[in-house]
């Protein structure tokens, strides 16, 4: 079983950035793929952005040449570099992390983007 741990989240002004970490703990084999995804109030849950076990990376077009995803490998953690941001980013943004044999979500960090 895997757990996920995320922080970073808060306030910031449009066009300020921020930073999310994602930590993976547990009794498990395989980390494949590590990713973020973000749901808005009354919205779906969509993926940010996620990064493979060779260093593939995969964006929404909403976030490409703002975020920028990356991975510690040997602490089995991933980053969100967040800049740029903008009111529409407002969102709960969770951790994904997928092993071999299963899945784990964080518990979800707040982001919100206003003046």
């Known amino acids: 079983q895997v757990q996920v741990v995320e922080s970073g989240g808060g306030l910031v002004q449009p066009g300020g950035s921020l930073r999310l970490s994602c930590t993976a703990s547990?009794?498990?084999?395989?980390?494949?793929?590590m990713g973020w995804y973000r749901q808005a109030p009354g919205e779906q849950r969509e993926l940010v952005a996620d990064i493979g076990a060779g260093g593939r990376t995969n964006y929404a077009d909403s976030v490409k040449g703002r975020f920028t995803i990356s991975r510690n490998y040997s602490k089995n953690m991933v980053f969100l570099q967040m800049n740029s941001l903008k009111p529409e980013d407002t969102a709960v943004y969770y951790c994904?992390?997928?092993?071999?044999?299963?899945?784990?979500w964080g518990q979800g960090t707040q982001v919100t983007v206003s003046s």
């Open positions: 994904n992390v997928r092993t071999l044999r299963t899945m784990g």
């Open positions: 547990g009794m498990f084999y395989g980390i494949t793929t």
